[in-house]
């Protein structure tokens, strides 16, 4: 008896997928199997650490919406990924850009969350159209900016 519990219970807790959020694909659309994956595809080249994000509401504008972000880092070792912290000498900085209309968009908040992670809140497209986000770190006048193009219907 007490092998057939174990057996259960193990199977039971094998099984559990927690979804802690309502994944979303950069592009606005929802899609199940879009994941916050650390694979380096996008990386701050001047000071070399990797980047993902994603939105954590539907893209819709006049909303407020959360982005969440990692940095990645490949380990000394064996050359896998790890979290890391943006330097306590750079700033990190967001920035929401409409280039066919010339103008941005209210301020937005960046919170550490953890280990490399970061929420940017108060993300809030005024109107519908082509926009850019801009992702910057700073350090000594130097900026290293990943520029992501979105199309906010």
């Known amino acids: 008896m007490k092998w057939f519990c174990v057996i259960i219970l193990f199977v039971f807790t094998a099984c559990a997928q927690p979804k802690y959020f309502n994944v979303v694909a950069p592009n606005g659309s929802s899609n199940e199997s879009y994941k916050l994956e650390a694979d380096c595809s996008v990386r701050f080249e001047l000071f070399s650490q990797c980047f993902s994000w994603r ?17 990645y880092r490949p380990n000394l070792y064996d050359q896998t990924l790890v979290y890391e912290d943006i330097a306590a000498n750079r700033e990190f900085k967001a920035k929401l850009w409409m280039t066919s209309m010339g103008h941005g968009s209210v301020p937005v908040q960046i919170k550490r969350l953890d280990v490399g992670t970061y929420e940017i809140s108060h993300v809030n497209f ?7 986000i801009y992702f910057d770190q700073i350090e000594n006048d130097q900026i290293d900016r990943i520029t992501v193009n979105i199309n906010v219907p």
């Open 126 to 132: 005024i109107m519908s159209g082509s926009w850019q």
């Open 55 to 71: 939105l954590i509401e539907p893209l819709e504008a006049q909303k407020n919406l959360t982005i969440i972000v990692k940095f």
